[in-house]
C-alpha cells in the first residue's frame, strides 16, 4: 500500500498544473486565427478589393499589421464588435496588409503614406476609386492595447462613404 504524504501530494499537483499551463500557448497558438495573409498575397487581395469597393460603391480600410502583433490583434477584435462589425460591413471593404517583420510590403505601405517605423497597426482609408483619404502618420492606433472599442466605432463613423450603409 502507498502512502501520499501531503507535501508528495503537493508535488503532484504542481507538477500537474505546470504540465496543463506549458499545454496551453501551444494549443492557443495551434487555435490563433490568422489576421493577415501571407506578405506574398497583399497586392492581388488589394487589386481584388479595389474592384469590389469600385463596384460596391464602398470605402476600402488597409490594415498594415502582422500575424504576431498583439495591438492588431486587439484592433481586430475591435473590428468585428457588435457595435462595428456592421458599420465594416456596410460602408468598408477590408483588407490586411501583412508587413512581416516590418520588412514586407513596404512600397504598399509607402504609397498609401503609412510610417510602418510609427508602429502597427496602421491603417489607411481610400475612397471607392482607390484615392487616398487619410493614412495615420503618427502611429494613431499602434497602441490599441490601451484603447477602447468606441475609438475605433468613432474612426469607423468618420471615415464612412456619406451614400452608403448604417
Known amino acids: 500500500m502507498s502512502v501520499t504524504t501531503p507535501a508528495r501530494r503537493l508535488y503532484l499537483i504542481a507538477s500537474a498544473l505546470f504540465l496543463l499551463l506549458m499545454a496551453l500557448p501551444i494549443s492557443g497558438l495551434a487555435q ?10 497583399a497586392k492581388a487581395e488589394l487589386a481584388t ?8 460603391h464602398k470605402r476600402l480600410i488597409l490594415d498594415f499589421g502582422g500575424n504576431w502583433c ?14 462595428n462589425k456592421p458599420l465594416i460591413e456596410a460602408n468598408y471593404i477590408l483588407v490586411h496588409i501583412n508587413i512581416g517583420q516590418m520588412d514586407r510590403n513596404v512600397e504598399i505601405a509607402e504609397r498609401y503614406q503609412i510610417p510602418l517605423r510609427k508602429g502597427v497597426p496602421a491603417l489607411a482609408v481610400l475612397d471607392e476609386n482607390g484615392h487616398l483619404l487619410y493614412s495615420q502618420r503618427n502611429g ?26 448604417l
Open 49 to 56: 478589393a479595389l474592384k469590389t469597393a469600385h463596384a460596391q
Open 32 to 41: 490563433a486565427r490568422e489576421i493577415y495573409p501571407a506578405p506574398e498575397a
Open 140 to 165: 494613431e492606433f499602434e497602441a490599441m492595447r490601451r484603447m477602447d472599442v468606441n475609438s475605433v466605432t468613432s474612426f469607423l463613423l468618420q471615415w464612412k462613404p456619406t451614400h452608403a450603409g
Open 70 to 83: 498583439g495591438d492588431c490583434k486587439v484592433l481586430d477584435i475591435y473590428f468585428h464588435d457588435p457595435a
